[in-house]
């Protein structure tokens, strides 16, 4: 199975900042990574698919790059809707597998 | 309006037996992969299993292997997962998840609100 690692575990930022969560898999994936958005409570919600697209309805702000076995989810101007928990998955191969989740807080 | 609708969910005694539901509505199902996902409380995402619609081929999490089969009615725009031999460890939020671009595994766009699976004696 193909393990994801997510960096950091949990950030701190404020209204305004740039912030970049990283995601680590353990062996190569392409560009087969999505990330997601989840609010408590809530379902998840997607951002980006295939490393780099942008879903319709995401903000501008949201970005995501990165190829092989690194990935980055880069958001450009926190908003105060912005602090949640962010999850990368693969889909290049079964079973699909997420990261553990970095939790975005508000300092 | 695009919309999954989970059911399914409750109380259940280790060992036993649940069938969950996803009703989709508003796209057309049979062209889309789906999965379903569930979250132990506290805890992050874990996918459980998907299916594919072309051609119907099953996968899932080596944790539910053998004891979960997923199965969906094109027919009723109806995904199922069937939970056998449920262990405390399978508690959790269900969430079924549709594939965001037809015919493969790119990223899941819409999901349901979720259903609730608690095992315990």
């Known amino acids: 199975d193909i393990q994801m690692t997510q960096s950091p575990s949990s950030v701190s930022a404020s209204v305004g900042d740039r912030v970049t969560i990283t995601c680590r898999a353990s062996?190569?994936?392409?560009?087969?990574l999505a990330w997601y958005q989840q609010k408590p409570g809530k379902a998840p919600k997607l951002l980006i698919y295939?490393?780099?697209s942008l879903q319709s309805g995401v903000p501008s702000r949201f970005s995501g790059s990165g190829s092989g076995t690194d990935f980055t989810l880069t958001i450009s101007s926190l908003q105060p809707e912005d602090f949640a928990t962010y999850y990368c998955?693969?889909?290049?191969?079964?079973?699909?597998?997420f990261g553990q989740g970095t939790r975005l807080e508000i300092k | 309006e695009v919309q999954l609708l989970e059911s399914g969910g409750g109380l259940v005694q280790p060992g036993g037996s649940l069938r969950l539901s996803c009703a989709a509505s508003?796209?057309?199902?049979?062209?889309?992969?789906m999965s379903w996902v569930r979250q132990a409380p506290g805890k992050g995402l874990e996918w459980v299993s998907g299916?594919?619609?072309?051609?119907?081929?099953?996968h899932y999490a080596d944790s539910v292997k053998g004891r979960f089969t997923i199965s969906r009615d094109n027919s009723e725009n109806t995904l199922y997962l069937q939970m056998n031999s449920l262990r405390a460890e399978d508690t959790a939020v269900y969430y079924c998840?549709?594939?965001?671009?037809?015919?493969?595994?790119?990223?899941?766009?819409?999901w349901g609100q979720g259903t609730t699976v608690t095992v315990s004696s």
């Open positions: 998840a549709k594939e965001t671009i037809s015919g493969s595994w790119y990223g899941m766009d819409v």
């Open positions: 508003g796209f057309t199902f049979v062209g889309y992969a």
């Open positions: 299916i594919r619609s072309s051609d119907g081929s099953t």
């Open positions: 062996q190569g994936i392409n560009n087969w």
């Open positions: 295939v490393a780099s």
């Open positions: 998955q693969q889909a290049n191969s079964f079973p699909l597998t």
